[in-house]
Each structure stands twice: as C-alpha cells, then as structure tokens.
C-alpha cells in the first residue's frame, strides 16, 4: 500500500513544527500563497503574525530570537518580498542572530527567465547568511529544513535562507522529518585545547590589573552564571560590549559598565591600563577599540571566542581560546587562584566619579529647561524596576538607552550592534513581546528612526500588543546632527526633521498615545503609560540639541574622551 503524501507547502509547516516553531512573521505574496493557504490549516499550532512590510518581518523575528533564544521565523513572497528582507538578514549576520528566513520563488522551470517577480534570491543573500539554499524539490523540503535550524542556531548563531520554488510548494511528497546533529565539514563546536586554558589561566593569575570585556557570545552561550563565577573567584573586573550589556546584572559589583565611542569612562581607560586583557565573546569592533594602534598595548591579551575568524581579526592576541563561552569559562575559573584585587577595583572610582560629575549628574537631574534624553530613559527603566526589556532605534536614542537603562537579567536588551539600522526598532519591539509575554518590553525611538518603519503601528493594533513606545522626539536627526556641531563646524546639512502629529497618528491606529513637554508632568505619564493595558506611544519633547557624552571620537586612541561641552 502506497504512503500518503502531502504537498510540499504541508511539508514545510510540519518541518518548521517539528523544529519547535510556534510563531512566524510574515507577509504573503503570489509566490508563496500555496504555504499560506496551507497555513490555513496550521493556525492552531503556528501564529502568524502579518507585519505591514517585509524588513518588519525580518527585524521582528530578530527581537523574538533575542529575547527567547529560539530560532526566528520569516516567511515572504519572492521578488520585491525576498529583497526587503535583506537590510534584516545582513542585520542579523552582523549581530549574530538566529534566523530562518523562506521565500516563495517562481516555479523552477521559470527559473532563469526573468519571469514576474523572479529575483536571484541565492546570489544576493550568500554573502550575508550562514548557509543559502534553494528547494526545488518537495523532496528536498525536510532535509533543507533541518539543516537551516541546525547551522541557525549552532555555533556562532546566524540567518539562513531558504528559497522556496512554487512547483516544490505544491509537489506531493512522502513525509518524514529526520533532526540532525551533524553537518560534514561544519564545526559549531570547536574542540577545546586544554594547553590553551592553562595559558590562559596562568596570565590571569600572575596578573595585577587584569580586565574582562563582556560580549554578547557569553549571551549567546548561555554562560553568563558561569561568566559571574569567573569573575568573582579571581575579583576582575569587567566591561561589557553593548550586545553583551545584560550578561551581568546593572549591579553586580564587578560590573564597570560599557565598553565603547559612548561608554562608560572606566571600563575605556582601564583598557589601556591593564596588563591582561580577556575578552569573552566579542569581536573587537571599531566602536570598541578606537585606533587600533594605541588599543591595549601595555597589556598581554586572551580571547576567548567561538568563531576562530574573529580571533587575531582585528586585535592580535597572546592566547587563543577557541570555544563555547559556556564550556572555556569554567575551564578557566578551575584553576584560577582566589583573589581580592581591592586596589586595582578602586582605581575604578575616581573614574566614576568624574563622569557622574562631568556627564551623568547633568543628564539625569538636570535643574532647569528642556527635558533631557537620559532622565526619560532612567525614569522609564526605575518605573519598571530595572527589569524591562530595552529595546531601541539607532542613533542618540539607542547610546541614550544602553547608558541610562537598568537590568536584572539577561537577554534584556535588543538594538542593532553591527549594521546600526534606523527602523530596526518597532518591528525588534513587536518581535521581543512575543519572545517575552510576560515581561515588559520598552522601546526608546527617535523621529528619524520610528518613521523608518512606523506603518509596524499597524501590526502593534492588530495583535493588540503591549508595547510601550517612548519616542524622544528632538526633530533632529540627533546622531548625525552631533557628529555635525562636533567635527563639521555645525553646517546641519540635511538633519533638521519636520515632523507629522504623533499622537494623531498613534490615535489613527488605535493605540493609546500622551505627548509630554514639562518636567513635571513626565512621572505621571510614565506611570499612564505602564499602567494602560495595551500598546502606548509616549512623546516626550526632548532637547533639540542634546549630546550623548561621553564620546570617543571615531578613530581616536579609546582614553581620548570628550566629556562635554568646552
């Protein structure tokens, strides 16, 4: 007796259920319509949630993956559909996120021909996904599947597409879904050299002023218990990337802050005046290391990484160690001496205590005129107890944010690192809420970058959402504007914004909106705000012409710091 089949379509849905998949970001089109008509059938098991554009689908799926761990799904037409999901493929290429991203494709005979709609979905994406395939098989469609997910989510975390040809959609099939755990020739976890631990541990133990600089790997790893025990068996103090911010709780007593242009103060000239440096699942970014020719000179340096082409990248290092986070780390701590380095975490305070001075003190409790940045960001962050979600835009808002938030557990801040994408904002909002139900998830915009993707207030009012936006409106384009009065003689060329009624709009789609230009009215509208059952946009008129300090400037030695105005 002949096994049933089903259709391809079918197979797909039921290979993405196998993998554990309950929701799906979307958008439908002509050349995908047998999986969505298919899906039909599937709204039991699989929530698909329609963004008003394709990128949204991509950037939701990204705050989703974020913030739950899990593996984001988009699904998109062919043509136009598979090429606005590329600015959120790249995006999660460069931070490190798991996607799965399947688009529809013309029948495969049509293959080649230019035919409505047809576009070289493989050719345009290889170079920013871990792994590009195209189904043109029903056959094929299980196999594909259980590949995307494995190399998604392994190793150093990624997006893969699938390209979905039409006849293969709808294609009988005989069904059977095989998860795999091997790839010849992939790699996802490289084999631990025990020598390399011991150098490693020697450093640090013959070590005076040792320093951590926490990146998102140990996120991603899951190794941020272990993270702690290293640091506190030996006293180090540590940094933290941007991405990794969250991997240590706002107040753990090792934390020193963040690394980076707008970082904290410490952590930057500590790295210049360290002898052992060990960086922990970062990838020695421009942002981090300034010119790298004055970069952590003085000190001998240990990075441990998973990814072996990060390593001696950017940074020549001492010792290598190649790894996942969760498995060097304590390898590492077991033969760490116990220590008290009580004067070198000193030397930290007076550090701290210029910037509160110089910067922090005036952009949290400023005395008088226009509402600053950083006391919204701080009021809003204390409003929740310190244990939201951040989630921001790019720009002044997203430096802005990572300062000035608060956190108590990991995976509790979702921005876009590596491409920097104004509009990644709302859509990673939309994603990070359905990741996390149960927690608060706060997005802090500018008007440059909420307008990028601002129709995704559609999709918000359709799942009725409960997302809190806090638009920092400034009509500037306040990142590049800053960049403009510091470096181009304050010649605004192109960066003074008009913008529209946002409360207006935020009513058109049906969410709950306030617009606040006093001080002492911004307490009482956080509280609305928190308070209010559903999606909220809380416009609060900020200073035009704020400035994120401190800053080092783009390819200056890291200890070059501007603190302020002159």
Request: charged share 25%; aromatic share 8%.
């Amino acid at each position: 007796m002949e096994k049933q089949k089903i259709t391809g379509s079918e197979a797909l849905l039921k290979s993405l259920i196998a993998e554990g998949v309950d929701t799906i970001f979307g958008y439908p089109g002509g050349a995908v319509i047998p999986v969505y008509d298919c899906l039909y059938d599937y709204e039991d098991q699989l929530r698909h949630i329609l963004v008003r554009h394709e990128q949204g689908a991509t950037h939701a799926a990204q705050g989703y993956a974020r913030v739950s761990g899990k593996v984001g799904v988009a699904l998109v037409t062919s043509g136009p559909g598979a090429t606005n999901t590329l600015t959120g493929i790249a995006d999660a290429m460069m931070d490190s996120t798991p996607l799965v991203v399947i688009t529809g494709q013309v029948a495969s005979p049509l293959l080649g021909t230019d035919a409505f709609q047809e576009i070289d979905v493989i050719g345009i994406t290889q170079p920013i996904t871990k792994w590009a395939y195209q189904i043109r098989k029903p056959e094929d469609i299980a196999w594909a599947v259980s590949r995307a997910f494995y190399i998604a989510s392994t190793g150093r975390p990624g997006p893969v597409v699938l390209d979905f040809a039409k006849d293969a959609q709808v294609g009988l099939v005989e069904y059977a879904y095989r998860k795999i755990d091997f790839i010849r020739s992939y790699q996802p976890q490289p084999d631990v050299k025990p020598e390399r631990i011991k150098e490693a541990a020697d450093l640090i133990n013959a070590a005076d002023k040792p320093f951590c600089l926490v990146g998102q790997g140990v996120i991603l790893g899951g190794a941020e218990k272990e993270l702690m025990e290293f640091l506190q068996k030996n006293d180090i103090p540590a940094g933290s990337t941007t991405l990794g911010l969250s991997a240590m709780p706002s107040d753990f007593p090792l934390n020193k802050g963040m690394l980076g242009m707008h970082g904290n103060v410490g952590p930057n000239r500590k790295t210049n005046e360290c002898d052992v440096l060990i960086a922990i699942g970062m990838r020695f970014d421009d942002r981090v290391t300034g010119d790298l020719k004055t970069y952590a000179k003085q000190a001998k340096i240990i990075h441990l990484d998973i990814d072996n082409s990060e390593i001696g990248k950017n940074v020549l290092v001492d010792v290598k160690v190649l790894g996942d986070a969760k498995q060097t780390i304590p390898l590492i701590t077991a033969l760490l001496k116990e220590r008290k380095r009580t004067e070198w975490n000193a030397e930290f305070d007076p550090d701290e205590k210029e910037e509160y001075e110089k910067v922090i003190a005036k952009e949290l409790h400023p005395e008088q005129g226009y509402l600053k940045m950083g006391e919204v960001i701080r009021k809003v962050s204390e409003a929740t107890g310190n244990d939201a979600v951040l989630v921001t835009d790019v720009g002044q808002n997203q430096m802005m944010g990572v300062r000035y938030f608060k956190y108590k557990q990991t995976r509790s801040v979702v921005t876009s690192g590596g491409l920097g994408t104004m509009g990644f904002g709302l859509p990673a909002a939309i994603g990070a809420k359905v990741g996390a139900p149960n927690r608060a998830v706060c997005f802090f915009t500018g008007d440059g970058g909420l307008q990028m993707t601002i129709q995704e207030l559609g999709t918000i009012m359709q799942e009725n959402l409960d997302v809190k936006i806090i638009l920092l409106n400034n009509n500037f384009l306040g990142m590049v504007r800053q960049w403009q009065e510091l470096f181009y003689h304050k010649r605004y060329s192109s960066t003074i914004m008009e913008n529209p009624d946002f409360v207006a709009i935020a009513k058109a789609y049906h969410i709950a909106s306030r617009e606040v230009q006093k001080r002492e009215e911004l307490d009482g509208a956080i509280r609305e705000m928190l308070e209010h059952d559903g999606g909220y946009l809380l416009v609060v008129d900020v200073e035009e012409q704020g400035m994120v300090y401190p800053m080092v400037p783009a390819g200056a030695t890291v200890t070059n710091i501007i603190m302020g105005d002159k």
